[in-house]
């Protein structure tokens, strides 16, 4: 005998669970099923997770909803008022800062273990969603009246609906051949922690240049010593020599990528390199499915707005699916999962063309591509009505 829900949701990540705990509010059933088994370990401060999140205010206001920020302790979070973005190959550089526009912070820095962590707290206290966890789709069946699910466990579930939050990899995306544009940003992104000298004052840094495109995202500080996770986005080759460099060679490549601003005193979690890849489903939904985060759509994290997107998507479709089932509409009709697609689709392409611009500007090194760009930021910077925008877009306040 199959076990009925409303909606089944494959994947517990960030985005897969948020939007179970939202859904799970309009008392709908659910199923959330994901093959980790939900623990996370944290690792102790200063050996701040390698994975960390900016996290918008947007994104903030739905986990405060969802009753998961007020659960991650103040010590795991660093709110960020300025950001400097400078052109390492000239003189060209933007400030944003929190205040001019408006603003009490430009975002918060959050491990993404702590985040998911916390998230999966909820759940387990949310009444009406069943975790599964440790557990994998073996096969299913979808169509207009409903999905009909078997996991790797033998339990057999059915739904309205089926939320695919199953990451970049997808594999109902691939499964229901949702055709994809896609293509390699041609990086890898190394992240990890590191120590630094100088007070990070709350800013984001980042730095495009030769050495690639360089982060430095602050952190809390510990017994007044000083530690930003980093991103360092470069070519596939460069990333596989830096991951082997001694630490204090590493150290020293960081000081001269990062124009000098920091002394770099050690690192203290393992270096990862994770491959990047733009990615982008041409429908977000079919009769029974829809896709949500990171299995709709992958971007540079340059900007950090990958899961900034996927939160977007959770709103969008809480918001949807809610108002049809207190109009008594069936939650996998395609009418109903199409009203969700348009609400996102054209914000998510507008940000993935947005990051696509920016990396291939940056990317370029002629001396006369450098001249204008330089010349654009010192406008750019100039323009604060301009900039306030910008800043209210990354917020998802606009
Ligand atoms: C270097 C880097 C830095 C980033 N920085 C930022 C940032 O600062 N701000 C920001 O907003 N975004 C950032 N992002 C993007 C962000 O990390 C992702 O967009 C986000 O984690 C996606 O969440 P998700 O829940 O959609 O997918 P995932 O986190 O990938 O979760 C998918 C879940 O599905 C489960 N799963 C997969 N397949 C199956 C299956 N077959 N059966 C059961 N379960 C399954 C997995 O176990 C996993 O738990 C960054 C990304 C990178 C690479």
Same mark, same amino acid.
């Given at each position: 005998m199959a076990k009925s829900y409303d909606l089944i949701i494959v994947g517990a990540g960030m985005v897969g669970t948020l939007s179970a705990i939202l859904l799970a509010k309009s008392s709908l059933r659910?199923?959330?099923?994901?093959?980790?088994?939900?623990?996370?370990?944290?690792s102790t401060p200063p050996a701040y997770d390698a994975r960390v999140s900016a996290i918008s205010s947007q994104s903030k206001a739905l986990l405060e909803a969802a009753n998961v920020w007020q659960g991650i302790a103040r010590?795991?979070?660093? $709110?960020?008022?300025?950001?400097?973005? #400078?052109?390492?190959?000239?003189?060209?550089?933007?400030?944003?800062?929190?205040?001019?526009?408006v603003m009490p912070e430009l975002g918060h820095l959050v491990e993404n273990a702590v985040l998911n962590q916390q998230l999966m707290e909820q759940a387990r206290h949310a009444k009406n969603i069943d975790l599964y966890l440790g557990d994998t789709l073996d096969s299913h069946e979808l169509s207009e009246s409903g999905v009909r699910v078997e996991l790797a466990s033998g339990h057999a579930l059915d739904a309205q609906v089926i939320i695919a939050a199953d990451?970049?990899? $997808?594999?109902?995306?691939?499964?229901? %051949?949702?055709?994809?544009?896609? #293509?390699?940003?041609?990086?890898?992104? *190394?992240?990890?922690?590191?120590?630094?000298?100088?007070?990070?004052?709350?800013?984001? #840094?980042? $730095?495009?240049?030769?050495?690639g *495109?360089?982060?430095?995202?602050?952190?809390?500080?510990?017994?007044?010593?000083?530690?930003? $996770? *980093?991103? #360092?986005?470069?070519p596939p080759q460069e990333a596989e020599s830096l991951m082997t460099l001694d630490e204090e060679t590493?150290?020293?490549?960081?000081?001269?990528?990062?124009? !000098?601003?920091?002394?770099?005193?050690?690192?203290?979690?393992? +270096?990862?390199?994770?491959?990047? +890849?733009? +990615?982008h489903a041409k429908q977000y939904v079919k009769a029974g499915l829809a896709l949500i985060g990171d299995a709709a759509h992958t971007i540079h994290p340059l900007a950090g707005q990958g899961a900034n997107l996927g939160?977007?998507?959770?709103?969008?479709?809480?918001?949807?699916?809610? !108002? %049809?089932?207190?109009?008594?509409?069936?939650?996998?009709?395609?009418?109903?999962?199409?009203?969700?697609?348009?609400?996102?689709?054209?914000d998510n392409i507008a940000m993935a063309a947005g990051m696509e611009s920016f990396k291939r500007l940056f990317s370029t090194q002629q001396p006369f591509i450098v001249q204008l760009r330089n010349i654009g930021m010192k406008r750019f910077n100039q323009n604060a009505s301009l900039k306030m925008k910008l800043v209210a877009k990354a917020a998802g306040l606009s």
């Amino acid at each position: 005998m199959a076990k009925s829900y409303d909606l089944i949701i494959v994947g517990a990540g960030m985005v897969g669970t948020l939007s179970a705990i939202l859904l799970a509010k309009s008392s709908l059933r659910i199923a959330l099923v994901d093959k980790h088994n939900g623990e996370y370990r944290l690792s102790t401060p200063p050996a701040y997770d390698a994975r960390v999140s900016a996290i918008s205010s947007q994104s903030k206001a739905l986990l405060e909803a969802a009753n998961v920020w007020q659960g991650i302790a103040r010590d795991r979070i660093a $709110s960020y008022d300025n950001m400097v973005v #400078w052109d390492g190959l000239g003189e060209g550089h933007v400030d944003f800062n929190a205040g001019e526009a408006v603003m009490p912070e430009l975002g918060h820095l959050v491990e993404n273990a702590v985040l998911n962590q916390q998230l999966m707290e909820q759940a387990r206290h949310a009444k009406n969603i069943d975790l599964y966890l440790g557990d994998t789709l073996d096969s299913h069946e979808l169509s207009e009246s409903g999905v009909r699910v078997e996991l790797a466990s033998g339990h057999a579930l059915d739904a309205q609906v089926i939320i695919a939050a199953d990451g970049a990899l $997808s594999k109902l995306r691939m499964e229901n %051949a949702f055709d994809t544009i896609e #293509w390699d940003y041609g990086h890898h992104a *190394i992240v990890t922690t590191i120590e630094i000298a100088q007070p990070h004052e709350n800013t984001a #840094w980042q $730095s495009f240049g030769e050495e690639g *495109i360089l982060a430095f995202l602050p952190l809390p500080s510990v017994e007044q010593k000083h530690f930003v $996770s *980093i991103v #360092w986005s470069v070519p596939p080759q460069e990333a596989e020599s830096l991951m082997t460099l001694d630490e204090e060679t590493f150290c020293r490549r960081l000081h001269y990528a990062m124009n !000098k601003r920091f002394d770099v005193l050690g690192i203290t979690q393992t +270096r990862q390199s994770i491959p990047l +890849r733009q +990615r982008h489903a041409k429908q977000y939904v079919k009769a029974g499915l829809a896709l949500i985060g990171d299995a709709a759509h992958t971007i540079h994290p340059l900007a950090g707005q990958g899961a900034n997107l996927g939160f977007g998507d959770v709103k969008a479709l809480v918001e949807v699916l809610e !108002k %049809a089932h207190r109009r008594g509409e069936h939650l996998g009709a395609s009418k109903v999962l199409r009203r969700y697609q348009r609400a996102r689709m054209l914000d998510n392409i507008a940000m993935a063309a947005g990051m696509e611009s920016f990396k291939r500007l940056f990317s370029t090194q002629q001396p006369f591509i450098v001249q204008l760009r330089n010349i654009g930021m010192k406008r750019f910077n100039q323009n604060a009505s301009l900039k306030m925008k910008l800043v209210a877009k990354a917020a998802g306040l606009s």
